[in-house]
């Protein structure tokens, strides 16, 4: 195992039932998507077996092997579990965030550079895209095809148009 291939999914919250099932958080586009892995991974690159899950309000809940009690289970509160990257694959015009982290941000006409991407925001109808500007301001960009037009994680860029005004203050 590859550890640059592991990306956080998700964090464990709680524990629920008498069998050892714990509660997980996802950090991935929904809890339908941990509970379809096989295989997660411990931050060493350990791999843990997912018997299997359910999706839980927002939540996704696992039983994971090796974890039979309530009591084990409890001693995973706040672990953090990674995927593979490998096991996923994703749609055309699709990224992991943790890809586009960093990436520098600049105008796909003048080439002006207006400052890396630190976060991103998912609100449901869109990804909202933070910008670290130079001077230190955080600048918001919503993720639509209308504004970015070219993402090239080799060359560590983002090309975009910003609609008029999105960056007046």
């Not at 289970?73 to 672990?79: I, P, S």
């Not at 976060?119 to 109808?125: H, L, R």
């Amino acid at each position: 195992m590859d550890k640059k291939n592991l990306l956080e999914i998700g964090k464990i919250t709680s524990i629920v039932g008498l069998k050892g099932e714990v509660k997980v958080y996802p950090w991935c586009d929904s809890p339908e998507l941990l509970c379809e892995l096989e295989t997660l991974y411990w931050k060493s690159g350990t791999p843990v077996k997912v018997e299997k899950g359910r999706v839980q309000k927002n939540m996704a809940v696992l039983k994971l092997e090796g974890v039979d009690t309530p009591e084990a289970a409890q001693k995973l509160r706040n672990h953090v579990l990674y995927m593979d990257r490998e096991d996923v694959e994703l749609e055309e015009g699709s990224w992991f965030i943790a890809d586009l982290i960093g990436l520098t941000v600049k105008d796909s006409t003048s080439g002006e550079v207006y400052g890396t991407l630190s976060d991103v925001t998912e609100t449901g109808a869109n990804d909202v895209y933070h910008i670290k500007a130079e001077d230190g301001r955080e600048l918001l960009l919503p993720a639509i095809p209308q504004v970015i037009d070219n993402i090239d994680l080799e060359a560590g860029v983002m090309e975009i148009t910003p609609l008029d005004g999105l960056f007046d203050i």
